[in-house]
């Protein structure tokens, strides 16, 4: 299973960036994908996650109306859109893989996710 994330980079605050994951060796449509990030010294924390029906979608309170996730499961890829960044959404991104959820929950903890992408930065300057 590979999960590749990118679109990571420097942006100004206010700014916009679209990151990607592709998904590979995997039944893509049969798994709740979510988004993580972790910035430097801190744990990494929930950014957002959506059922493998793309059918509800769950945001961390500090991304709400900010953020955007979606999922193509014909291109076996999630997307995350983020606009107004902020300098405190520096972190290093990255997409991870879930089979295991319940019903239509949505899985927010990092140890509920089996497969993980290697993570784009993103850096949000003042």
């Known amino acids: 299973v590979q999960l590749q994330a990118s679109g990571g980079g420097l942006v100004q605050a206010g700014g916009s960036l679209r990151l990607s994951c592709a998904a590979s060796g995997l039944t893509f449509r049969r798994y709740d994908m979510g988004w993580f990030r972790q910035a430097p010294g801190k744990e990494r924390e929930f950014v957002a996650a959506?059922?493998?029906?793309?059918?509800?979608?769950e945001y961390a309170d500090s991304v709400k109306g900010r953020f955007t996730m979606s999922r193509d499961n014909a291109k076996n890829t999630v997307y995350l859109e983020m606009s107004s960044l902020k300098p405190e959404d520096t972190a290093v991104y990255y997409c991870?893989?879930?089979?295991?959820?319940?019903?239509?929950?949505?899985?927010?903890?990092?140890?509920?996710?089996?497969?993980w992408g290697q993570g784009t930065l993103v850096t949000v300057s003042s």
């Open positions: 991870a893989a879930t089979i295991r959820s319940l019903g239509q929950t949505i899985v927010v903890a990092p140890t509920g996710y089996e497969y």
């Open positions: 959506n059922k493998w029906s793309g059918g509800s979608t």
